[in-house]
């Protein structure tokens, strides 16, 4: 698969499988990671832009969708 210039979105991104997911689009060089987490999350990559996403909360899903120009990607690994 590639990543590289890709826009990829990570449910769960704050561990785990979501977070390890994370580290490694960006070391393949995607262009943009949006990491949705329930909880606030911070990193140090300007190329992550977290999200705050409950894959449960209606409201919250709708909000990513307005944010989230445009995708390539799609993890959805939040485990449920
Ligand atoms: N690890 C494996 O070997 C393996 C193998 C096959 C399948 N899986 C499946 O892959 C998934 C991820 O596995 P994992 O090992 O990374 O699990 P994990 O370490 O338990 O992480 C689960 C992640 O999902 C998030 N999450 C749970 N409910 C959520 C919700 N409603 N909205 C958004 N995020 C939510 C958690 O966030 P919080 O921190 O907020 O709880 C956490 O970031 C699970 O469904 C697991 O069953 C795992």
């Known amino acids: 698969m590639t990543i590289a210039d890709r ?13 390890a997911l994370v580290e490694e689009a960006l070391r393949r060089g ?3 990671v949006y990491a949705g987490t329930r909880q ?8 992550v832009t977290p999200l705050t996403l409950d ?4 409201a919250q899903t709708l909000s ?3 944010i989230v ?3 390539d990607i ?3 690994i939040a485990g449920l």
């Open 74 to 76: 799609l993890f959805f």
């Open 64 to 66: 990513g969708v307005e």
């Open 69 to 71: 120009e445009s995708l």
């Open 40 to 47: 606030p999350l911070a990193h140090s990559d300007g190329r």
């Open 7 to 19: 826009t990829v979105l990570v449910t769960g991104a704050n561990r785990g499988i979501g977070q």
């Open 55 to 58: 894959v449960t909360n209606a």
């Open 30 to 32: 995607a262009k943009r």
